[in-house]
């Protein structure tokens, strides 16, 4: 009431009573959501199983909570060229089997808990590296490689079009870096203190994030699998007006996909949304050349 705030984000949820959640969700009630008709965003922090962290969910308590065990899948099948999306979408479904399709759990790259995604991307740490901790103090990481921002944008691309809230930690719109706590908790940056490839990250960001803005299927509509294997990982998005193609690759070398679209689909082309570059659909099957570490996000029509 005194800050008009859209939402908590929670701390340490499984460390507070149940009965704290309940009562403060109860209180949010009354107080702001009836009688104003707004929606107050809860978004909590627990680490567990999807039994756990579902049990806070819906249930009188909180909106959601962070998606860590589809995080835990994506962290891996991104960085390690022999891991297959196959397990990353089979972790996807389970997700959709507790939450539903159109969930509203977070979906992360970083977090203050976690060593910094670009840490792991540039080669400066192995995931879950037990020197994280002494690297926080003795060697910082810094990004050496230029690719590695291709490999943050590739993420961030995956997060801002797959259901759920998409949440970017601080300087993850920029590749910030950082070993574990408080490493990853380094002091923003902004303007002309940004290099050249961070503030070309930060502009390669702000357009997916419009083009999730401006195609409510990428917020609201179905999911469905083309193809998920080593390199590619390709899904719809469908609602009521439009079908969203996203194809991923993460393979350094540029790929040829060929893609079957559902037999029920009328569409004859594609446009990419962020270079407008149109493609045809023949009988169902588009053909798409990919360069590495890229993505592409087209509009079927």
Known sequence: TETNADGFRHDAVKHVPNEFWRLLTKKIKEKIELPDETKVYQIGE???????????????????????????????????????????????????????????????????????????????????????????????????NPSSYDKLKLHLAYILTIPGVPVIYYGDEIGMTGASDPDNRRMMRFDDDLNENEKQTLKDVSKIIHIRKNHPALRYGDFLTLKADKNIYAYVRSDMNERILVVINKSELEQNVDLTLPAIYSERKASELITGESLQVKENVIKINIGGISYLILKLN
């Open 46 to 144: 627990t680490f567990g199983g999807y039994d756990l962290i579902s049990s806070y969910v819906s249930n009188g308590q909180l909106s959601s909570q962070f998606n860590f065990n589809l995080y835990d899948t994506a962290i891996p099948v991104f960085l390690d060229s022999e891991s297959s999306f196959e397990m990353l979408d089979n972790q996807m479904q389970k997700t959709f089997q507790v939450y539903g399709v159109n969930h509203l759990m977070g979906n992360l790259v970083s977090s203050h808990d976690k060593i910094r995604y670009m840490a792991y991307a540039d080669g400066d740490l192995e995931i879950n590296d037990g020197r994280a901790s002494d690297f926080a103090w003795t060697n910082p990481p810094k990004v050496d």
